[in-house]
């Protein structure tokens, strides 16, 4: 039984790596990135989350390693807090109380006990620098209060402040101009309205040298600023828009920037025409990062990825996030096949995100075009996906609209190959409908004999396409054609929904929802009620199979009664999410309200909620979905029943993935990496996480069946017959056919023989007497032979002596039924 606790709206991945640069650790063996109110550690060489450092109350918003022992880590938080980290072990070591919110975090080695960090002043969109002073003390909870100033008025990003070698000057951009604790230098003052306001700036590691990004995709190189009528600098241009970040390599030696051509640029001498590329690395560059070893660099990008290069700028690792879609048109979806979480991704993709290890498993191209990064271009958008037939088909709709009259529609069709394991497109239908799709679906039912799939659109039809056969002479193949087109009073139709038996399909044409015959495809009834254009439709499950729900734009739910064809009840409800358990009766309707989005789950069957859960999130709810449980659980509560068999998750306005559980954040964001550490020092691989236990259990096995039995197992080092073999010289030996049946007979026992502890020594002794008398009985017919084998060649097989036969027969004696155990 589980306990009852109650139900907490929790982070279930799918935050931004990207908010912040990344950092590595001192050897490179791990890198450090920002993800929600976590901090994760990954490794660099697997590619996997070793530890999720838990403990923010609120966004994590700065990481640092501690310039004082590089196996501590420092994080800050709008919570206010300052931790300290022992990453190794997962472990939180110290906490200060700063009492502020905090934006960003600084470290430098010569500044003992102090970090600097960014800060609100008395209005929230003003920020200053300061120092925050780290008392020491031996209590695991430290307030530290002690704030010196530093500057005012200075930019929120941490890209835009950046500290001199040795802390000889602090260096913050703000627009077109520099801040320095004694004077300003302005990047404007050669031209008049020149688009070169500052968007990132690096100071030298070694030399009293500053490289700034500019708006206009130039970097300056700026020296001799400390006078601010003689300063200089030196101009280096490639990137086109604007530089998104700057990073010196350790030694000084190179320059790397980045912006949204995805391409890293590496300016080695800081000169013009010695620079290298590192190009289609997919996405736009917002935070580069160098190793402190600086044997590895690192590019966090906007589609939530980052990707770990090495020093000759090839691309080693790739750790990719639930990526942040403009917009999702798709919603949210789960495979059959893998149970991983489907929605838009990359421009073009469906993205496959694995909620189990919060990791994305692959993206499918689905429009299959390169993709043009224009703010002004219209592009391809993929609008609708659907999977049907237990994950065999997969439907999907893009469309691209320039002009009300110029419309670019496509549907394909994409079937599961099982030896590709992924899909392969099927079949393409350009034009399916004359207006945009607003709807599709499949027929999902058991019993199911031809797959079905019903789109429905904005130009008044609903169409329903079948499977059939397209064989030709050269080929077997399968195709998608429409089997029959329905339209009520030429209204747009807006939704539709199959039932869970796939006998009746429900089309909803604006305020008016129409059930229809999926055999007949005749029109059994309608249902109109005038409350508004239907926004959300679908049957009930198992028990509650007879009941249709709907919702409506102007906040009213309904439900119907399909036997005896009339409402059974309404509510009044703005719901935005309204989403079927596919195990279960329940229905989870999502309503937004001004202060927040509210859950109320229930049965069509009961119009009273089995639970309601107010203020889920302060923002919008666009999209949920329910994905089944590998294991159910056990909760006795009536409320909290609903949850048993499946979980229900959700997305919000600013694409944060959340969902409902008993268990705290810590307990739900565990990795497997840190439940299965091993005492031993191995490491944490996957390969590890495969075999390493089962070779523990194998060994337990094997100890525990020797045990039982009682059996000598000597070690193969430790056998004279093998160490004669290895080690005699090869002419000394007789031939290897000869000593190869001897020395297998001896290794091979049977069952019936004893072990070497049960002979006893009598016997040992008198059999060694009575062969030291034959060695002497047998020495003269030994040398008889000698003399007349002379004569015969090669072609007489070599006679062991007896003593050498004596040494053969104790061999026999040692037990080897140690090999019937590997």
């Not at 022992?69 to 190794?88: E, M, V």
Request: proline letters at 3%; glycine letters at 4%.
């Amino acid at each position: 039984m589980v306990e009852e606790e109650s139900i907490r709206v929790v982070r279930c991945g799918g935050s931004e790596l990207n908010f912040r640069r990344a950092v590595f650790s001192a050897d490179s063996k791990y890198i450090f990135c920002v993800s929600g109110d976590f901090v994760k550690v990954y490794s660099t060489v697997t590619e996997e989350c070793v530890h999720i450092l838990h403990g923010h109350r609120n966004l994590v918003t700065g990481i640092q390693l501690n310039p004082n022992n590089h196996l501590q880590l420092y994080s800050c938080s709008l919570d206010g807090t300052i931790k300290l980290w022992d990453y190794i072990d997962g472990i939180l070591i110290k906490t200060f109380t700063v009492g502020c919110k905090l934006h960003a975090l600084f470290t430098v080695a010569q500044a003992e006990d102090s970090v600097f960090a960014i800060v609100n002043k008395e209005k929230p969109d003003i920020f200053q620098l300061v120092s925050v002073k780290l008392p020491k003390s031996s209590s695991q909870e430290v307030e530290a209060k002690e704030l010196s100033f530093v500057l005012d008025y200075i930019n929120q990003s941490p890209k835009c402040i950046a500290f001199g070698n040795e802390v000889n000057f602090v260096l913050l951009v703000f627009w077109n101009l520099f801040f320095f604790p004694r004077f300003t230098l302005s990047s404007s003052r050669n031209k008049k309205h020149a688009k070169n306001n500052f968007t990132c700036v690096a100071c030298h590691p070694t030399e009293d040298c500053i490289a700034s990004g500019h708006m206009d995709g130039k970097i300056r190189l700026w020296r001799n600023f400390y006078d601010d009528k003689k300063y200089t600098y030196t101009c280096l241009h490639w990137h086109h828009d604007m530089v998104m970040d700057l990073a010196f390599s350790v030694t000084g030696t190179s320059l790397l920037s980045g912006g949204c051509e995805s391409v890293l640029v590496e300016w080695r001498d800081a000169t013009e025409k010695n620079k290298e590329f590192l190009p289609r690395l997919g996405a736009t560059i917002e935070h580069i990062s160098v190793s402190p070893a600086g044997d590895l660099f690192c590019t966090s990008h906007s589609d939530n990825k980052i990707i770990i290069i090495h020093r000759n700028l090839e691309a080693s690792a790739v750790i990719q996030g639930l990526v942040k879609d403009r917009s999702i048109f798709t919603g949210l979806m789960i495979d059959p096949r893998t149970k991983a979480l489907v929605l838009n991704g990359k421009p073009g993709h469906l993205q496959f995100y694995s909620l189990q290890s919060d990791k994305q498993l692959y993206n499918l191209d689905i429009i299959q075009q390169e993709y043009i990064n224009d703010y002004g271009l219209i592009q391809i958008e993929l609008t609708k996906a659907a999977f049907g037939c237990f994950g065999n088909w997969l439907a999907t709709v893009e469309q691209r609209q320039e002009k009300e009259t110029e419309l670019e529609l496509q549907m394909k069709l994409w079937m599961y190959n099982k030896k590709t394991q992924g899909f392969i497109l099927n079949t393409k239908i350009n034009m399916p409908h004359e207006d945009c799709i607003t709807a599709l679906c499949f027929c999902n039912a058991e019993k199911s004999e031809q797959p079905t799939l019903v789109t429905a659109s904005k130009d008044g039809y609903f169409k329903v396409w079948i499977l059939t056969d397209d064989s030709d002479i050269y080929k077997k193949a399968v195709g998608w054609t429409c089997d029959f087109v329905g339209s009520y009073h030429k209204y747009q139709a807006t939704n539709c929904c199959f039932s869970e038996d796939g006998s009746l399909l429900a089309v909803s044409f604006e305020e008016i929802v129409t059930i229809w015959d999926s055999i007949t495809w005749e029109l059994k009834c309608t249902f109109c009620q005038r409350a508004g254009k239907i926004r959300h439709l679908c049957f009930g499950r198992l028990t509650c199979s007879k009941y249709l729900l709907g919702a409506t734009e102007n906040g009213i739910l309904c439900c119907w009664n399909l036997l005896s064809c009339a409402l059974e009840w309404n509510a009044k409800l703005n719901v935005r999410v309204m989403e079927p358990d596919p195990n279960s009766e329940n229905i989870a309707a999502i309503s937004q309200s001004s202060v927040g989005s509210d859950l109320f789950v229930f049965k069509p069957s009961e119009p009273r909620p089995l639970y309601i859960q107010k203020g889920i999130s302060r923002e919008e709810v666009q999209w949920g979905v329910f994905v089944p449980r590998d294991v159910p659980e056990s909760f006795t509560s009536e409320a909290y029943q609903w949850l048993n068999r499946s979980q229900l998750y959700f997305l919000t306005k600013s694409q944060s993935l959340l969902t409902f559980s008993t268990k705290s954040p810590e307990e739900k964001l565990t990795p497997t990496s840190k439940q299965l550490l091993a005492e031993e020092s191995l490491p944490t691989t996957p390969f590890y996480f495969i075999l390493g236990k089962h070779r523990q259990l194998q060994d337990e096995k094997l100890n525990e069946t020797l045990e039982n039995e009682l059996v000598q197992l000597p070690l193969t080092e430790n056998i004279p017959a093998v160490s004669e073999l290895l080690h005699t010289p090869a002419h000394v030996l007789p031939s290897a056919a000869f000593l190869c049946s001897m020395f297998v007979n001896s290794l091979l026992l049977s069952k019936e023989t004893k072990s070497a502890k049960e002979i006893p020594e009598d016997v040992d002794m008198e059999e060694e007497k009575e062969s030291e008398d034959s060695d002497k009985e047998n020495d003269f017919i030994e040398k008889v032979q000698d003399t007349n084998n002379t004569g015969l060649g090669e072609d007489i097989i070599h006679q062991l002596s007896n003593s050498e036969e004596k040494e053969l027969r104790k061999f026999r004696k040692i037990d080897y039924s140690w090999i019937a155990a590997l």
